[in-house]
Every structure is written in C-alpha cells, then in structure tokens.
C-alpha cells in the first residue's frame, strides 16, 4: 500500500462529522416532542371515531392507538442505540475475549457479549464453528448463543416501552442468568463428542482482521442502518402483536386470564414452557401480546417463562444449529434452557405475589 | 486478475456482498474472479466468526456485514 493512501487516515472529526453529530441532536429532541404528544394524539383518534371510550370497542382502539406510535418510537431508538454499540463489538473481536477463558467467568462474559455482539441467525453455524474451533469452550459458546437472541435489544426496548422498566430489567437480570447457568450446565457435561464428526476435525486458526477504523460518522450510520434492518423488518409484527393486544385489552374477560395463567395453576409455567417451543415468533410480535396478559392478570413468571421459550427455543434455529450438533446434544440443550426457563417462571410467581 | 472469495451460506447479505465486489471491481476497471464458498466447514477454514466474508487472494480482508465500498476499493487496488 503506498504511502498515504486513504485508509492509513485517522479517523477526524471533520465538519461533515459535526453535521452528523448536529443533525442526531435535533433528531433526538424531535423524538421528544412527538412522543410527549402521544397521548392526546390516542385521545383525538378515539373521540374522532365516535366510538364510547368505555366500551369494548373504544378499549382496544384507545389501545391501539396510543401503543403503536409509541412502541415504534421507542423501538426505533433503542435499535438506533444499539446500532451504535454494536459498532464497537464484532463476532471476531468477541471470540478473541472468550478464547481460553475458563468456564464460569467465560459463561458470565460470552452471555453479557451476547448482547452487544452484532448477531444475525443466518450467522449461527460460522460462528458455533469458529468459536469452538478458535478454542472457546462448549458450555461459554453455548452461554454466547443464548443470550444472543434471547436478550436482545428489540424485547428489552419493547418490554421496556410496554410494560415498564423493572420488568424490562428483571427480563435482561433473568435472561442472562438462564444463558450463563445453561451453558455452564451444558460445558459440566462434557459433551463436544455429541458435536457432528466434521466439526470436531476443523482445525482452523482464528483470524486476525484488519483492524477497522470508524469515525463517529461511520457509527452514526450503522445506527441507522440497524434502525432500517430491524425497525424495517419487526414492524409487521408489532402491529399483529399490538393488534392481539389489543384484542385481549378489550375483549377477553380477566377472570379467564386469571384462571388459567394466574399464579394459582402450578401447572401453566410448564404449560407455557412447552407451547413456546413450537410456536415462532420474535420478540417483536409476542411482547404487545404479553403485555396484554399481565393486564388482564396473568401472572408474571408465567408470561415471561412464555416469553423466554418462545424466543430462545425455535424450531428453525434447532434446524439450522442441527448442521453442526447431533440430535443428542439439540435435546440436551432444549432440555438445559428449558428447566432453566421452567426455574425462572417458578421462582417469579413465589416472589411476585 | 484477482483471486476473491466471498464467504457465507448463502444468505441475502452474502449474494450483495459478492454483487458489490464485482460492482467495484468492475468500477476499477480491475479484472476479478469471485467465488462464492457455501460450504460450512471450507468457511471455517478460512477462521472467520460471521459472514459474509472477503477473502482477497487468499487474505481475509472482511468478515460480518456488507463491506463499505471505499473499503472494496481500496482492497481491490492493494
């Protein structure tokens, strides 16, 4: 490379990162002003419609309206947040932190990575192999892949939005706990001959990249970007969602709710367990929905057990990872995370009461 | 003619990634060959953690994510 070609400038903060940085500010307080307005807005749609407030009808249209601005705001600033965090992490860089940490403080630090590392699915199989292959142990990889799509910025920041921080924080507390315990358990088996034969024989040498160099502007649009992939591809979801939601808000009478998912059913924690396997859906979709339940007297360990098992247990993930895991060791890790699941649910309904 | 490998199991990034290296390349007018490498175990091989991947005559240049084109340009004339 010759000398002074473009990429041996440092990153500086030119006047184009100022503009950046400029309009990122009055973005911000945009955002401010609309969502402070949410409220009379949900109003005005009500009263435009005619319809009785009080009402079944009125219920979920007062729902709807108000939850969907505000759940796409929101969403779209913790993704934009993200987005600029995530900058900062890549999967290499987290392999390279987590290549010949022991177990324990490797599950700890491989599940809280799991939530900033930039992670798509279609990614699951090259970075199993590239972890294990680099020398991150089993159990800490297993932590790592988790948490990656359990604890994600899209269910923290709807939880967050929907139904308020401290179960948005129990959410990310538990989850993580579920990830680093799973994976520990799973590393305490010692199962890497359940691994399929090729993965075992790579032995390939972990790559040092280039190192890449980002300016604020740089991070900015992955910000950006991240608010275009996601928000782009969640918001169907979120409407079905808000619109189930919505549903249940106006419609389906709270003793039922209470009955079958209160805390007095032992009985529906597993219950939820189980047909969260199945059922596939992102955080996106199955949040509103939540939200719902607890309003009408679900009981929160039960919902969040529910929630946990539909994100974190899927079908199409256990087939993709199937590629590189023999069934044995598929049905060992559903079997981990989902007792774990099961113990996160349990112990809330006996605390929460 | 320069060797490039775009890595990655097929997804719709690592398609883009390939199209916007040949995009570049042809910008540059320098003569390429690109090959996409589906397969999971010659994708580890190269010791890579996410895809799509870059590999340029044999040298990992890029790994996770569509490469900036500035990025290309400047590996491509390298």
């Known amino acids: ?353 | 003619m320069k060797d490039v490998k775009v890595l990655g199991p097929g997804c719709k990034r690592c398609i883009t990634a390939a199209e916007m290296v040949q995009a570049e390349a042809d910008k540059l007018g320098v003569p390429v060959k690109v090959e996409k490498i589906t397969d999971y175990a010659a994708i580890a091989s190269y010791g890579i953690a996410s895809t799509p991947g870059i590999v340029i005559d044999g040298k990992v240049v890029h790994a996770g994510g569509l490469p900036k084109s500035e990025d290309l340009a400047r590996w491509l004339a390298a």
Not at chain 1, 25 to 41: D, G, H, K, N, R
Not at chain 1, 269 to 278: E, K
Not at chain 1, 301 to 318: D, H, K, N
């Open chain 1, 1 to 353: 490379m010759s000398i002074g070609s473009i990429g041996e400038c440092p990153p500086s903060a030119g006047p184009s990162a100022v503009k950046w940085m400029g309009w990122t500010a009055v973005a911000l307080v945009a955002w401010t002003i609309v969502y402070s307005q949410l409220v009379p807005f949900a109003d005005w749609v009500v009263a435009a419609t005619h319809v009785d407030p009080k009402s079944h009808l009125g219920e979920a249209l007062a729902f709807f309206a108000y939850d969907t601005p505000k759940v796409l705001m929101l969403l779209t600033l913790v993704v934009f947040g993200m987005g600029v965090v995530r900058s900062f992490f890549s999967p290499e860089k987290t392999r390279a932190l987590l290549a010949g940490k022991r177990e324990g403080i490797g599950n700890v630090l491989a599940a809280s990575l799991g939530i900033v590392t930039p992670f798509c699915s279609c990614s699951a199989v090259p970075l199993f192999i590239g972890f294990v292959s680099a020398g991150v142990p089993l159990g800490v990889t297993f932590s790592f892949l988790i948490s990656a799509p359990m604890v994600n910025e899209v269910a923290l920041g709807l939880l967050f939005a929907l139904v308020g921080w401290k179960v948005a924080v129990t959410y990310l507390v538990f989850g993580l706990a579920v990830a680093i315990v799973s994976g520990w358990v799973i590393g305490r088996f010692h199962l890497e001959h359940w691994l399929e034969d090729w993965v075992r024989n790579i032995r390939a040498n972990a790559t040092e990249l280039p190192p890449e160099r980002l300016t604020v502007v740089d991070r900015i649009k992955a910000g950006l970007e991240a608010v275009k992939d996601i928000v782009g591809k969640v918001w169907p979801w979120i409407i079905a969602g808000i619109a189930a939601g919505a549903f249940i808000h106006g419609y389906v009478p709270a003793d039922l709710l209470a009955t079958i998912m209160g805390r007095g059913a032992w009985w529906s924690v597993p219950a939820a367990v189980v047909i969260g396997i199945p059922i596939y859906s992102n955080a996106a979709g199955i949040i509103p929905v939540v939200e719902a339940l607890l309003a009408k007297g679900a009981a929160l360990g039960t919902v969040l057990a529910f929630m946990m098992s539909v994100i974190a247990l899927s079908l199409p993930e256990m087939i993709i990872l199937r590629k590189v895991l023999t069934i044995r060791l598929i049905v060992v890790f559903v079997g981990v995370v989902g007792a774990g699941i099961l113990a996160v649910g349990f112990l809330f309904n006996a605390l929460f009461q």
